[in-house]
């Protein structure tokens, strides 16, 4: 495998394969809420709101609500939208950890102990916001997500607080 240029760039890039020895890639819905507790907490928004301002974090509410209930929202239409958002996978899953192994994406010898899922219906989403860390690797198992990215150099106009 040709060197990850995660340290030597600033743009965002694709690592092909990264995830062919991820078992969790060919887990099914049903698969999933096995996996996960029966109860979850999540963030929950409105999907048409009339605040002046993005929907912060603190414009949303938690719930805790049955994992099921998470998973049949996706396929339907909804007022409102929820987030399984920030889990660490250590805490979530601890006996699954190895199943997310990083050795493809350039971290060998780390895996889920250093990962966090996030589980979404449609139209749940986290505000824009800059990480303060190095660099973020992101693995899509499940449906699909939209990310905006802004360069650096438009971080004031992107907006907020580092997190
Ligand atoms: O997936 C998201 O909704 C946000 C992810 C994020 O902000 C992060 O991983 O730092």
Redesign the pocket.
Known sequence: MSPLPHHDTDQPFLIHAGLSSWEPLTWSLDDWMDVLPPDVDVRVGLVHHSLPHPQWERHTEIKRIPIKELFSQSSQQFSTWAYY?YKYIHQVIPDLCQKFPWDNLGFPGRDGRDS?L?VGTSQA??PC?K?SYGC?LVAQLYGE?TWTLFPPEQFSVALTDPV
């Open positions: 958002d966090t996030w989403h986290t916001h990480d973020n997500k």
